[in-house]
């Protein structure tokens, strides 16, 4: 019996559950900071520690799992060939890239834009929240995997302010998995032109360049387009975990813009 296949398992099984301790952790660290349990600084710790960490297992799984860059094979039935493994590859490393921005990463890093509020602040005295308060409260349900209570809180933050970016940017990426889960072309259409005005309004918001920079490389397969936003938003000088994954997406994208440019 031969041990390899054995230990290759174990070591997937390893990363797939140390990858969801980590990403479980974000989301708590973000609850827990909300509640006043933790100091802003043990939180930015200890998030910055988790990212880098969970960046590193993400990848290693994505390899683990698509070991090869090989092209895509016709079933035996004549049915669809699936996608080549440099394609799952990328979509391995998109969802590692959007995994760091949604569990503590860069949705958290420009609060500041937006009136955070302070640890154990509460919100009282009305019944409707304030665009800064439903803004809060969206990265609050964003953190704890509440895509649908998130898309809510933006479109009612847009409603009041029709130019606030956060919101564009991030209603346009919760609005673009909707619709690659339900091939929905509509729905990728109003995702694209939300991440449009994003990045219209406030060229200098990073969130909105990588958003757009995917949509444009995996939905619109215009890996030339794609190219210039995945380089602003590594020219915002973001934390290290999220650099490092989304320069993978940009090498992709220079290599399919290349291609395409040489056919």
């Known amino acids: 019996m031969t041990p390899g296949p054995v230990t290759e398992a174990r070591s997937v099984e390893a990363l797939r559950q140390e990858r969801d301790f980590l990403l479980a952790s974000l989301r708590d660290l973000e609850a827990e900071l909300a509640d006043g349990e933790i100091s802003p600084e043990d939180h930015r710790a200890l998030r910055d520690g988790y990212t880098a960490r969970a960046a590193e297992v993400l990848r290693l799984l994505g390899e683990a799992e698509t070991p090869a860059d090989t ?14 493994r440099s394609r799952r590859r990328l979509r391995t490393v998109v969802a590692v890239a959007g995994a760091l921005f949604f569990a503590g990463g860069v949705a958290f890093v420009a609060a500041g834009m ?16 304030t665009p800064d308060q439903e803004l809060a409260a969206a990265r609050v349900a964003l953190a704890n995997g509440d895509s649908v209570g998130a898309l809510r809180l933006y479109d009612a933050v847009l409603r009041a302010d ?18 690659n889960v339900r091939d929905d072309k509509n729905l990728l259409g109003q995702a694209l032109a939300s991440e449009r005005d994003a990045v219209a309004i406030a060229p200098g918001y990073p969130d909105a360049h990588f958003f757009l920079g ?14 210039p936003q995945l380089e602003a938003y590594l020219a915002s000088n973001p934390p290290a975990a999220n650099a490092d994954a989304v320069k993978a997406v940009l090498a992709r994208a220079r290599q399919e813009a290349g291609s395409a440019a040489g056919a």
């Open 71 to 84: 092209p895509a094979a016709a079933p035996a039935d004549g049915g669809p060939a699936s996608p080549p």
């Open 214 to 227: 995917v949509m444009l490389l995996d939905d619109q397969h215009d890996a030339a387009d794609a190219v």
């Open 114 to 129: 937006a009136g955070w509020r302070s640890p154990g602040q509460t919100i009282t005295g009305s019944v409707a929240m």
């Open 162 to 179: 029709p130019h606030q970016v956060e919101a564009l940017a991030y209603r346009g990426w919760l609005l673009r998995e909707a619709g």
